[in-house]
């Protein structure tokens, strides 16, 4: 799976969370999801969550923490989906 197609499936799975419409809009790869997006923490789970369901994968504590921005998250399920 290719970054551009991470980043569409990522878009769709934090839309409900996001509230700056407009940072959405520019989002890209250097994105960060609580300053940018304005995604608070509670909903910051939620979207581990929904991200570990679409990708059938499981994110431990540690990539949780780490997984602040769209290149992380990127890395983090690449990383994942790599790994059988």
């Known amino acids: 799976m290719t970054n551009a197609e ?3 499936s990522l878009k769709q799975i ?4 996001v509230q700056d419409q407009e940072a959405f ?3 890209s790869e250097e994105t960060n999801f609580i300053d940018d997006l304005k ?3 509670a909903n910051l789970v939620d979207i581990i ?3 570990e369901d679409a990708f059938d994968i499981e ?3 540690d ?3 780490q997984m602040l921005t769209v290149k992380a998250a990127i890395a983090i399920i690449q990383a994942k989906i790599a790994t059988p």
């Open 6 to 8: 991470l980043i569409v």
């Open 14 to 17: 934090v839309q409900p969370y």
């Open 25 to 27: 809009a520019q989002l």
């Open 39 to 41: 995604i608070n923490s």
């Open 49 to 51: 969550l929904d991200v």
């Open 59 to 61: 994110i431990e504590d």
């Open 63 to 65: 990539a949780m923490d």
